[in-house]
């Protein structure tokens, strides 16, 4: 007799299980194929190299040649330099932009929002002409100066100034959103008490402000860096030709010289980079999960 | 110590009024409620004296310094909001430190005074818990404590307990006001629950549409409410509008004697002072429902025309549906023009 209930909660529960094992069976499987799957190829393809007499093993010597090749150090340089500056830029610009937008209370700053949203609707290509036009050699900036006798800027275009800028301006739509919805938990009471106790605007930044938006802006700057390692267009035609980003570098060795496996390696230590930050950015959306 | 001044201070925004020239002295160590309904603009004027708003005209003085301008960082006020606004991300020992820390005390002076303030709202030994950790009255005293752990000239609260249930709520306003009187610190207290005020306040300020009704002890205010708004506030009453000839108010065959000159009135009488007579006849009303409460009864008048009446009975089984009563209040008054034209003399009911 008692077998009976207790046999029937087993019931449902596998009759409910299935369903959803397959709910999430789908994106997995999705994932495993489109994302593990290639990456586990990748490593294997990298390190699983045939030899002289067409015989495969196991060797680094790939990544031998990365860490001993003075351009692709210098490749990997410059990401990680231009990773680290547009990061501190972005923060400098978008954090004092989304603090305004989450405490201004005119209607200006409907229009400061949609302002720094506009860059999003803005295709990099486009972006990359403008800039050329703006601030290269001959461009607006230039022809300004000189029709009042200045003498010519130095264009950041070609250097590796110019992907910064670009990727800067691109990626302020996404940060300050970021920050904006972190903002959005801090209360104006929380705030009011602050000031009651005696704290100035500094004070409540940095006591009260800052460390409850620690989160977004973990993610802010993931979703840059993710972002910068992985961008193409606006270090193709804004840097310069040497050293060159990943991206560009990547295309060049695989397009250009024809060297898959090298390529994939260089993939793959940029991937290792952004790993880092991608686990970052799951650390964190855990930690807000856990009550 | 300290005392509060407020001369003709008005807030607009945009189109609202939201207080409109305003004025109240709050003497030294005085707990003074701000009473009434939902948009009277109780918290605007708490949050002009805390700094939080800037009067678009008037004068604020604390100790005969004008704060009006002073930004709240600079103000010697505290104010507990209503809800408790802690910092999450800090515990309940950093939460009360933080100002002492702003103001650069010795640590060992900062940790003997947040232990003193936990002491005093009874949460010793709570100092290393998580706010998240606190029950809702938990964290209410932590707020308060907060205030207080800096000694501000002027304590502010803003409906501190609105979000907590009847009973901690009455067990922390008398917590309260224990506090506030061992502390003798100058409070303003703003609430829409009538008893609350009733049972906290040294002085009741009745606000309606951003002005003072009226200001007074609570006992006052109870007994002499100065306008019917005020009457059918505070307590329970019966307002019935009627007209005053020949020193008789009448409203279909309710009639009280009472001394005013002819024309419309209010009549104000409450349950209690409204004493019932069984009638041989129709009389003046009818008995809709008698509703007993144990220490006493209350029984529901309907007058001829329907308008329902509530007065307050001590036997329950003296009275049924439907039997015919007759009026006789023995407290009561009379309001013509939102002013009162007549007090009976027995207003102690
Ligand atoms: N920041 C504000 N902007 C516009 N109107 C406000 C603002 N704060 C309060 N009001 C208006 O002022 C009036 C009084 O509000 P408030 O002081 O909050 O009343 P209470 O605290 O008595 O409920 C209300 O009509 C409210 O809508
Ligand atoms: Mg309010």
């Given at each position: 007799m008692?077998?009976?209930?207790?046999?029937?909660?087993?019931?449902?529960?596998?009759?409910?299980?299935?369903?959803?094992?397959?709910?999430?069976a789908?994106?997995?499987?999705?994932v495993?194929?489109?994302?593990?799957?290639?990456?586990?190829?990748?490593?294997?393809?990298?390190?699983w190299?045939?030899?002289?007499?067409?015989?495969?093993?196991?060797?680094?010597?790939?990544y031998?040649?990365?860490?001993?090749?003075?351009?692709?150090?210098?490749?990997?340089?410059?990401?990680?330099?231009?990773?680290?500056?547009?990061?501190?830029?972005l923060?400098?610009?978008?954090?004092?932009?989304?603090?305004?937008?989450?405490?201004?209370?005119?209607?200006?700053?409907?229009?400061?929002?949609?302002?720094?949203?506009?860059?999003?609707?803005?295709?990099?290509?486009?972006?990359?002409?403008?800039?050329?036009?703006?601030?290269?050699?001959?461009?607006?900036?230039?022809?300004?100066?000189?029709?009042?006798?200045?003498?010519?800027?130095?264009?950041?275009?070609?250097?590796?100034?110019?992907?910064?800028?670009?990727?800067?301006?691109?990626?302020?739509?996404?940060?300050?959103?970021?920050?904006?919805?972190?903002?959005?938990?801090?209360?104006?009471?929380?705030?009011?008490?602050?000031?009651?106790v005696?704290a100035?605007?500094?004070?409540?930044?940095?006591?009260?402000?800052?460390?409850?938006?620690?989160?977004?802006?973990?993610?802010?700057?993931?979703?840059?860096?993710?972002g910068?390692?992985?961008?193409?267009?606006?270090?193709?035609?804004?840097?310069?030709?040497?050293?060159?980003?990943?991206?560009?570098?990547?295309?060049?060795?695989?397009?250009?010289?024809?060297?898959?496996?090298?390529?994939?390696t260089?993939?793959?230590?940029?991937?290792?980079?952004?790993?880092?930050?991608?686990?970052f950015?799951?650390?964190?959306?855990?930690?807000?999960?856990?009550? | 110590?300290?005392?509060?001044?407020?001369?003709?201070?008005?807030?607009?925004?945009?189109?609202?009024?939201?207080?409109?020239?305003?004025?109240?002295?709050?003497?030294?160590?005085?707990?003074?409620?701000?009473?009434?309904?939902?948009?009277?603009?109780?918290?605007?004027?708490?949050?002009?004296?805390?700094?939080?708003?800037?009067?678009?005209?008037?004068?604020?003085t604390?100790?005969?310094?004008?704060?009006?301008?002073?930004?709240?960082?600079?103000?010697?006020?505290?104010?507990?909001?209503?809800?408790?606004?802690?910092?999450?991300?800090?515990?309940?020992?950093?939460?009360?430190?933080?100002?002492?820390k702003?103001?650069?005390?010795p640590?060992?002076?900062?940790?003997?005074?947040?232990?003193?303030?936990?002491?005093?709202?009874?949460?010793?030994?709570?100092?290393?818990r998580?706010?998240?950790?606190?029950s809702?009255?938990?964290?209410?005293?932590?707020?308060?404590?907060?205030?207080?752990?800096?000694?501000?000239?002027?304590?502010?609260?803003?409906?501190?307990?609105?979000?907590?249930?009847?009973?901690?709520?009455?067990?922390?306003?008398?917590?309260?006001?224990?506090i506030?009187?061992?502390l003798?610190?100058?409070?303003?207290?703003?609430t829409?629950?009538?008893?609350?005020?009733?049972?906290?306040?040294?002085?009741?300020?009745?606000?309606?549409?951003?002005?003072?009704?009226?200001?007074?002890?609570?006992d006052v205010?109870?007994?002499?409410?100065?306008?019917?708004?005020?009457?059918?506030?505070?307590?329970?009453?019966?307002?019935?509008?009627?007209?005053?000839?020949?020193?008789?108010?009448?409203?279909t065959?309710?009639?009280?004697?009472?001394?005013?000159?002819?024309?419309?009135?209010?009549?104000?009488?409450?349950?209690?002072?409204?004493?019932?007579?069984?009638?041989?006849?129709?009389?003046?009303?009818?008995?809709?429902?008698?509703t007993?409460?144990?220490?006493?009864?209350?029984?529901?008048?309907?007058?001829?025309?329907?308008?329902?009446?509530?007065?307050?009975?001590?036997?329950?089984?003296?009275w049924?549906?439907?039997?015919a009563?007759?009026?006789?209040?023995?407290a009561?008054?009379?309001?013509?023009?939102?002013?009162?034209?007549?007090?009976?003399?027995?207003?102690?009911?």
């Amino acid at each position: 007799m008692t077998a009976l209930p207790a046999n029937d909660i087993v019931g449902t529960k596998s009759s409910r299980r299935p369903t959803g094992l397959l709910l999430v069976a789908a994106p997995v499987l999705l994932v495993c194929w489109l994302i593990i799957w290639p990456i586990i190829s990748a490593i294997i393809r990298t390190v699983w190299l045939p030899d002289t007499a067409g015989e495969r093993r196991f060797s680094l010597e790939t990544y031998q040649f990365f860490f001993s090749d003075q351009y692709s150090i210098n490749n990997l340089m410059v990401t990680l330099w231009t990773t680290a500056v547009t990061a501190l830029i972005l923060l400098l610009i978008c954090l004092p932009i989304a603090l305004y937008l989450r405490f201004a209370t005119n209607r200006i700053a409907a229009y400061v929002q949609g302002l720094a949203i506009f860059p999003m609707f803005v295709p990099s290509i486009i972006l990359s002409y403008a800039f050329i036009r703006v601030l290269g050699p001959n461009g607006t900036v230039d022809l300004l100066l000189n029709a009042v006798h200045l003498p010519h800027i130095r264009s950041p275009y070609l250097t590796p100034w110019g992907p910064v800028l670009g990727l800067v301006w691109d990626n302020i739509p996404l940060t300050v959103l970021i920050l904006l919805s972190g903002l959005g938990n801090v209360s104006n009471q929380s705030i009011e008490a602050a000031r009651d106790v005696g704290a100035g605007r500094i004070a409540v930044l940095w006591h009260i402000i800052l460390p409850r938006i620690s989160n977004s802006l973990l993610v802010a700057v993931s979703f840059t860096v993710l972002g910068i390692f992985s961008a193409f267009t606006l270090p193709y035609v804004l840097g310069p030709a040497a050293p060159e980003m990943m991206g560009p570098f990547m295309q060049r060795t695989f397009r250009d010289l024809n060297d898959p496996t090298t390529a994939i390696t260089q993939a793959v230590i940029a991937f290792g980079f952004c790993i880092v930050f991608g686990l970052f950015y799951v650390y964190s959306v855990a930690k807000n999960r856990a009550p | 110590m300290a005392m509060l001044d407020i001369q003709g201070v008005t807030k607009k925004f945009s189109t609202t009024m939201a207080v409109d020239d305003f004025s109240l002295t709050v003497a030294d160590g005085e707990l003074v409620c701000l009473l009434g309904p939902s948009g009277s603009g109780k918290s605007t004027l708490l949050r002009m004296i805390g700094g939080f708003e800037t009067p678009s005209g008037g004068l604020i003085t604390i100790d005969g310094d004008d704060v009006t301008r002073v930004p709240p960082e600079r103000r010697p006020t505290g104010m507990v909001f209503q809800s408790h606004a802690l910092w999450t991300h800090m515990n309940v020992f950093n939460n009360l430190a933080f100002g002492l820390k702003l103001r650069h005390l010795p640590k060992a002076e900062i940790r003997q005074k947040v232990e003193a303030v936990l002491e005093l709202v009874g949460l010793s030994g709570y100092g290393s818990r998580a706010t998240t950790q606190l029950s809702g009255g938990q964290q209410q005293r932590v707020a308060l404590a907060r205030s207080l752990v800096l000694e501000p000239k002027i304590l502010l609260l803003d409906e501190p307990f609105a979000s907590l249930d009847q009973h901690l709520r009455e067990r922390l306003r008398e917590e309260v006001r224990d506090i506030q009187q061992r502390l003798k610190i100058t409070t303003l207290f703003v609430t829409h629950g009538q008893d609350e005020a009733l049972a906290l306040a040294d002085r009741i300020v009745v606000m309606r549409d951003g002005h003072t009704e009226q200001a007074d002890r609570p006992d006052v205010v109870y007994r002499e409410p100065a306008s019917p708004f005020v009457a059918g506030f505070i307590g329970s009453m019966n307002l019935v509008d009627g007209t005053i000839a020949n020193n008789v108010f009448t409203h279909t065959g309710f009639t009280v004697p009472l001394t005013a000159a002819d024309g419309q009135a209010t009549l104000a009488v409450r349950p209690e002072a409204l004493h019932i007579v069984p009638a041989s006849g129709v009389g003046m009303a009818k008995i809709h429902r008698v509703t007993d409460y144990g220490t006493h009864a209350i029984v529901d008048i309907d007058l001829p025309d329907g308008v329902r009446l509530k007065a307050m009975v001590g036997e329950a089984r003296a009275w049924t549906a439907g039997q015919a009563i007759n009026l006789k209040p023995r407290a009561f008054a009379a309001y013509r023009d939102n002013v009162a034209i007549f007090r009976s003399l027995d207003n102690h009911g």
